[in-house]
């Protein structure tokens, strides 16, 4: 089997530089047509230059291959939707979309962030992701085939002193996870990866032999195959977090312990307690927030008849409690 994406439209953020060019180059050289989309922002955030995206678009231009450059900010709403509204004024369709564009806020103490900071991981992680996905929802509901894959980083698990890029990034696990119980069944996949490579942000490593491995081993290039595999037509995996860097993938895993039951629960015996709640046997892998519940509601005995339902616009709770 070879992978291609011949006839198809693929939007790709932060496109101009590292891995988002990777991406770019690589899908262009398989048959798509790409939407190359690149403020140009600087490592922090700031500036504009719209010859990054160009310069992609030149180059695969040059090597035969379909596509255009789109430069306006992804972290405004309407700079995020208009990354689709380009891809289908030209094109007619959308078929995939990649959600790569990021950048660092730089480490600082937690006592010292600002609201302002963790606004502008929000808007370029999860509010930019949000819009993409769902300008593109409705087109690809209607041809009942759609691939979206996420960039998220190994920072979901916590990253001290980068609280704000932490939270942003961990925030894109449950866009993944609750678009693609929504998305399938309409054909669309939802996927994220936790890329690790040499890029602008790797620069930033504190000098050490570490760094020098990694910037030697951790080729940007090696995190495309991945996001390529995500996001072909004979993909049937959704809603997973992928790690894919210098060769290898593997899986993000999200689970529940069995933990303990006690049905006079007070604060004292879960104190008592809390090796039993954390121990590390009987894990379950969930698939999404519905799985969560009814597992819970296995362990303290419930058997249903019928199939478990949370009502839309809920957590849990009665909608109109």
Known sequence: MTVRFDDQVVVIT???????????LGFAHRGARVVVADAGTELF??????????????EIHAAGGEAIAYSADLATEDGARGAIRVAVDTWGRIDVVVHNAGFTSGGRA??????????????????????LAQQAWSIMQA?????????????????????PYSTAKASLVGLTRGLAAEGAGHGIIVNAV?????????????????????????????VTPVVLALAHAD????????????????????????????RRLTAESVLSHLDEVIADQRIHILADGVHASAHHAALLGFQPTEPITIAAGSSGDKENR
Request: glycine share 12%.
């Open 14 to 24: 932060g496109a101009g530089r590292g891995i988002g060019r990777s991406h770019a």
């Open 45 to 58: 955030g700031v500036g504009h230059d719209e010859q990054l995206a160009t310069a992609v678009v030149d």
């Open 110 to 131: 937690f006592e010292t962030e600002s609201l302002d900071r963790l606004d502008a991981q929000l808007a370029i992680n999860s509010r930019a992701a949000f819009a």
């Open 143 to 163: 041809q009942g085939y759609g691939r979206i894959v996420f960039t998220s980083s190994s920072a979901l698990h916590g990253l001290a002193r980068s609280i």
């Open 194 to 222: 936790e890329p690790v490579g040499a890029t602008r942000m790797a620069q930033n490593l504190a000098a050490s032999e570490f760094r020098d491995w990694f910037l030697a081993t951790m080729d940007p290039a090696l």
């Open 235 to 262: 993909c049937a995996v959704t809603g997973e977090i992928l790690v894919a860097g210098g060769g290898r993938v593997g899986r993000t895993i999200f689970a529940e312990t069995d933990g303990w039951i006690d």
